[in-house]
């Protein structure tokens, strides 16, 4: 069964410290990887987009890495700022760009206190 | 350029009643998504128009659900009835090419649906 697991499901960090978010998926076959950001009462924005030949993808603070032979994933934020506080999603292709090949994980909640 | 519109951000309707959700994709993007996300689970397909056909209408829940994109521009998402377990929020995404690499995915805000 194609899932994406994500770890923590929430996580209170304050204000200019990083964090690291986990990602572990069994879809099959894989294409690609993404992150999304998901603000409250908004849409997911994309982060990084990461194929299987990538292992790392920077986005300013923003640092996705992938094993894909151990299927885990995670994203790294450095030095974090309050507007970091929402939903970061997980999400699996099994096709180049195919919305509806795309296998989404729970997200992680993060919120950043001053 | 604008993004992928949707409307109404919320709606609340009482169970047997009919909704309407409409997205409006950024314009010249061929391929239109609809998916939803339930209380405490991930966010879902429902379907997929390229232009105005149904490409792929595999994660449709049920025939309550009716979708059209008439013309190949906005879309529609019609819930008839509506029944509790349709709460949740619709997104709406839209991408200019499939198969393509970096050719993202641009969503919209989502509409809230409650129904009660």
């Known amino acids: 069964k194609n899932q994406v697991e994500q770890s923590p499901q929430s996580l209170i960090i304050l204000e200019g410290k990083n964090c690291t978010l986990q990602c572990n998926y069994t879809v099959s076959p894989f294409s690609n990887l993404r992150w999304y950001k998901q603000d409250t009462g908004r849409g997911p924005v994309s982060l990084t987009i990461?194929?299987?030949?990538?292992n790392t993808k920077s986005n300013g603070r923003y640092t996705a890495t992938l094993d894909a032979d151990t299927k885990q994933s995670s994203l790294h934020i450095t030095a974090s700022q309050l507007s970091d506080s929402a939903s970061y999603i997980c999400v699996v292709s099994r096709h180049n760009n195919a919305g509806n090949m795309l296998t989404f994980g729970g997200g992680t909640r993060l919120m950043v206190k001053p | 350029e604008a993004g992928v519109t949707q409307f109404p951000s919320h709606s609340v309707i009482e169970k047997g009643q009919t909704v309407t959700l409409r997205c409006d994709p950024i314009?010249?993007?061929?391929?239109l998504y609809w998916y939803r996300r339930v209380m405490g689970k991930e966010i879902k397909f429902l379907l997929h128009?390229?232009?105005?056909?149904?490409?792929?209408e595999s994660g449709m829940p049920n025939n309550r659900f009716l979708a059209e994109r008439t013309g190949g521009t906005y879309s529609t998402l019609k819930v008839q009835p509506a029944e509790l377990e349709d709460s949740g929020v619709y997104f709406c995404?839209?991408?200019?090419?499939?198969?393509?690499?970096?050719?993202?995915?641009?969503f919209g805000n989502g509409t809230r649906l409650t129904v009660t």
């Open positions: 314009s010249g993007h061929d391929n």
């Open positions: 995404a839209s991408s200019q090419q499939t198969g393509v690499y970096n050719s993202p995915l641009h």
């Open positions: 128009f390229v232009k105005e056909s149904k490409q792929d």
């Open positions: 990461m194929t299987f030949s990538e």
